[in-house]
């Protein structure tokens, strides 16, 4: 976000208690400059409590698929490593073990046949999907000079449900977008026209294990087949990559016969959100490429001004390696089995809250959790000139819960929808006082306004 300091607030200053007189410079404490001199660490920490009370209860947040609660133990451990830069291998080369750890260990969940890959951890899944793309083009790029054939006109093929990542990514590295638009009644993309919009210049094809807007899983294996389809007929040989910022960290345990990963091979890479369903605060994401064959050369610097030779191929070079260690220690303390438990939990409270709103005639539940633990509802037709989704999400406001609204992409851009994210730690109990809440703002609003019993 871009933030412009107004001139006419130059000289505010923040507002102080007066318990803290005493405590803090003479003359206040600026709101857009330095202050002239320093202040007690008490103090400071102080002022910053009281600006902060005006955030949002991230427990209550249903918009955020971020992680917003982990265990006393880790949250330690991430304050004993904040320290430590991931790309200083010759001084922290026991955290960059742990990295190369998660990504076997995520290479081994995904399936991958021989268990040779290669990747990296990233400051999140925006960044992997990024480096992911890059590597499409890269690769792309290379067979096309070695037929000496032009590269000026590079294109992907993406599901309009995508993150915002990725039309950012072709904006900034200069590729056209092909939209697949989704479509109902499954609210995801139609594999079968995956064949007119690849051409000798598509650099690769995305496929979503899981869209922010419904949560729904795109059929991976059917579209894998259509590329293969597409390489027996005419020799195009389209890559699949896999976006599971989402998914990667839930259907490998709830949904493990699912064909999605590296078990088909057309499938060169996957990136995925530690910080998401992967239960690890905010920021890490991972990348993993199926063969090292997948990530070019090019891709790949070698850096020795940490004193050893470092080889790097992230977007970002310093960043704290505590998120990675936060991301470890989840895989030694859940294992499978917890994971698979922890997922299937909040999948179960997703179900519930479907099932539930499923009785009330002036919504409709369009996924309820039946995939990811992640619900979407419209406002029944019949009711729409009545009240809305954003009215209804205004509501819920006032109680505190935060709730996404938007409109779905194009082609559907006709329906607007409410996304509900149960996260760990979203326990039953608090999905009975968010029904209780939904069934009495939507009665209001039912109703013309008129407060309901």
Known sequence: MLNHVQS???????????????????????????????????????????????????????????TTWMEPQVRALIAETLDRNIVDYDQYPQTVELEARCVNILDNLWGDPDGVSVGCSTGGSSEAAMLGGLAMKFRWRERRREQGLPVDRPNLVLPTTVH????KFCQYWDVEPRWMPIQQ???????????????????????????????????????????DGLQQRTGIDVPLHVDAAIGGFVTPFLEPDVVWDFRLPRV?????????????????????????????????????????????FTLNFSRSGAPVIAQYYNFLRLGFDGYRAV???????????????????????IAGGEQL?????????????RFT???????????????????LPPNLEHISVMRLVIRNGFSRDVAEMLLTDLRREIGYLESGGRTTK
Not at 164 to 167: D, H, L, N, S
Not at 201 to 227: C, Y
Not at 297 to 306: A, H, I, M, Q, W
């Open 8 to 66: 006419h607030r130059w000289n505010e200053s923040v507002d102080i208690n007066p318990l803290y007189s005493g405590l803090v410079p003479d003359g206040g404490v600026p709101r857009f400059k330095l202050p002239a001199g320093p202040m007690p660490p008490d103090a400071a920490a102080a002022l910053i409590r009281d600006e902060l009370i005006l955030d949002g209860n991230a427990r209550l947040n249903m918009a955020t698929f971020c």
């Open 164 to 167: 915002t990542c990725w039309p």
């Open 185 to 227: 009644p499954d609210y995801t993309l139609d594999p079968s026209r995956l064949p007119e919009l690849c051409d000798e210049n598509t650099i690769g094809v995305i496929g979503v294990l899981g869209s922010t807007q419904v949560g729904k899983l795109d059929p991976i294996e059917r579209m894998a087949a259509e590329l």
């Open 268 to 312: 060169q890479s996957i990136n995925t959100s530690g910080h998401k369903f992967g239960l690890v605060f905010p920021g890490v994401g991972w990348i993993v490429w199926q063969e090292p064959a997948a990530l070019p050369k090019e891709l790949v610097l070698s850096c020795e001004l940490l004193g050893g030779s470092v080889e790097t």
């Open 343 to 365: 997922q299937q939990a909040c999948r179960d409270v997703a179900r519930y809250l479907a099932e539930e709103l499923a009785d009330i005639d002036s919504v409709q539940v």
């Open 373 to 385: 633990p992640v619900l979407a509802l419209r406002v029944h037709p019949d009711y729409e000139r």
């Open 389 to 407: 989704v954003f009215d209804l999400s205004s509501r819920l406001r006032l109680r505190g819960w935060q709730a996404p609204t938007y409109a």
